[in-house]
């Protein structure tokens, strides 16, 4: 069974400070998608990874950044956290071309104060 | 511009009543779209595509280009339907836009 691991469930930081979430995927996929999921708007895409080292910009990047040096992890970055990205945070992983489906990891709720 | 509009963001049904969750999309090509559920304190999960032509615990999506719809709906609600609904699409080969979700609430 696929399995994807955030490392926390859930984070408790302050504006300004870097924020790092983790996320660690054990199937082997060649994809890795960031997404933030909040009321009313729906889950939006901040980043993706169609390979080691590359990134694509999803909807809405402003503020973050990712990593992606091995395969089965993924890293989303938040560079200096505004209260504006209180969320809870999804990772999902997929085959090329999202073939089956996308596999969602149980996710982080941050809270920037 | 692709998008994907859930309208409700909250639907209240009786348990053995019928359920139809609406779904629109905008989009020039020709698209796929899924339907993701997620239930309480658990991961978002695929619950059917059209492409499959499937149906999953009960429920069904029919895809109609001329209306831009992809429609949930199943006959009966049981109270283990109540979840957050999304609906997606795929616009391109390795991406998915999600609507807003809709939640079902199936009452005793």
């Known amino acids: 069974d696929v399995k994807v691991t955030q490392s926390s469930r859930y984070l408790v930081k302050r504006t300004g400070e870097k924020v790092f979430l983790e996320c660690v995927q054990d199937?082997?996929?060649?994809?890795m998608f960031w997404y933030r999921q909040d009321p009313g708007l729906g889950l939006r895409l901040i980043y993706f990874s169609y390979d080691v080292k590359m990134k694509e910009k999803g909807d809405i990047p402003e503020g973050y950044s990712v990593s992606r040096e091995k395969k089965e992890r993924f890293s989303l970055i938040l560079e200096s956290a505004s209260t504006n990205q209180t969320s809870m945070y999804l990772c999902a992983s997929s085959l090329p071309n999202l073939r089956e489906k996308l596999f969602f990891g149980s996710g982080t709720q941050l809270s920037v104060l | 511009a692709q998008r994907v509009t859930q309208p409700e963001k909250l639907l209240s049904v009786f348990k053995g009543a019928p359920v139809e969750l609406k779904c629109n999309y905008s989009?020039?090509?020709?698209?796929?779209l899924f339907w993701y559920v997620q239930y309480s304190r658990q991961r978002l999960q695929l619950l059917l595509r059209h492409i499959s032509r499937e149906s999953i615990k009960g429920f069904t999506a029919d895809l109609n280009k001329g209306e831009t719809s992809f429609h949930l709906k199943k006959p009966f609600a049981q109270e283990e339907d109540s979840a957050m609904y999304y609906c997606?699409?795929?616009?391109?080969?390795?991406?998915?836009?999600f609507g807003a979700g809709t939640i079902l609430r199936v009452k005793s």
């Open positions: 997606a699409l795929k616009p391109q080969v390795d991406k998915l836009v």
């Open positions: 989009y020039s090509g020709s698209p796929e």
């Open positions: 199937m082997d996929h060649e994809n």
